[in-house]
């Protein structure tokens, strides 16, 4: 016999039962592969101090690369996640009064950006009423906003937590747990010019539930069979 997990009972009855859930279609599996890509960089006027023009040219080069990269946001690309090869480096400047060496450099790097409709799974960190928040632990700027969540959904104001009725199930969508989501889109979002602005932003506009600025959105969609908490999904052996 097959059961589903993760239905379960207000905090204030818990203890007293919880609900199963009947037998859905087969979930949809993540693809972990297709969201990392390799991109071609390059970078005019990478600058090689003087206190490191004794190391070897190529060490001293991916060194600033990885400095200025790798864990930083590229517009309308993606999150650089490791230097993959230097192509080619040119030029050498030093100009007068500065001691610097200035270089043409050519990398490839790889990238983070899932493409649409991709199906990813993370953990999810926190809800409130505008929708889900979703870390991926390399990258923690995911987004489902309440109208892409499964229907008929709720915000449980004494939870705090979005709680899907199905059927005579309310499926509690429980912190730190795994969660299986679908990519809507990538949004790259114009930074604030002050705090007050960004105050005004919503979630897909870059602004993190803990108020700080994201250069980078994913927005993720549960509204389907298969997504939303991954134990949902698991059939139990009875």
């Not at 009972?9 to 990392?36: I, K, N, Y």
């Not at 730190?176 to 010019?193: A, G, H, L, M, N």
């Not at 539930?209 to 134990?231: K, Q, R």
Request: proline share 6%; with cysteine; glycine share 8%.
């Amino acid at each position: 016999r097959g059961a589903w997990r993760r239905a379960r009972t207000p905090r204030s009855t818990r203890g007293f039962g919880s609900s199963r859930r009947g037998r859905l279609a087969g979930p949809l599996r993540a693809r972990r592969s297709a969201m990392f890509q390799i991109a071609r960089l390059e970078d005019p006027n990478v600058k090689i101090l003087p206190e490191n023009l004794g190391k070897p040219r190529l060490t001293a080069i991916t060194q600033v690369i990885e400095d200025l990269y790798v864990d930083k946001v590229v517009k309308d690309l993606g999150l650089v996640v490791t230097l993959y090869e230097i192509v080619s480096i040119e030029g050498g400047t030093v100009y007068p009064g500065e001691g610097s060496a200035h270089f043409h450099v050519v990398f490839k790097a790889v990238v983070f950006r899932p493409f649409v409709g991709e199906v990813l799974e993370g953990v999810l960190k926190k809800s409130d009423r505008k929708g889900l928040y979703v870390h991926l632990g390399f990258f923690n700027d995911v987004f489902v906003p309440e109208h892409m969540l499964q229907e008929p959904s709720a915000f449980d104001e004494e939870e705090q937590l979005w709680v899907w009725n199905y059927q005579n199930s309310r499926m509690f969508m429980d912190l730190d747990e795994p969660v299986r989501f679908r990519c809507s889109s990538v949004r790259f979002p114009e930074q604030p010019r002050n705090a007050k602005a960004l105050d005004g932003n919503s979630p897909q506009l870059g602004r993190t539930y803990e108020g700080n600025f994201a250069p980078m959105v994913i927005v993720g969609d549960v509204n389907a069979d298969g997504l939303g908490l991954t134990s949902w999904w698991q059939q139990e052996t009875e």
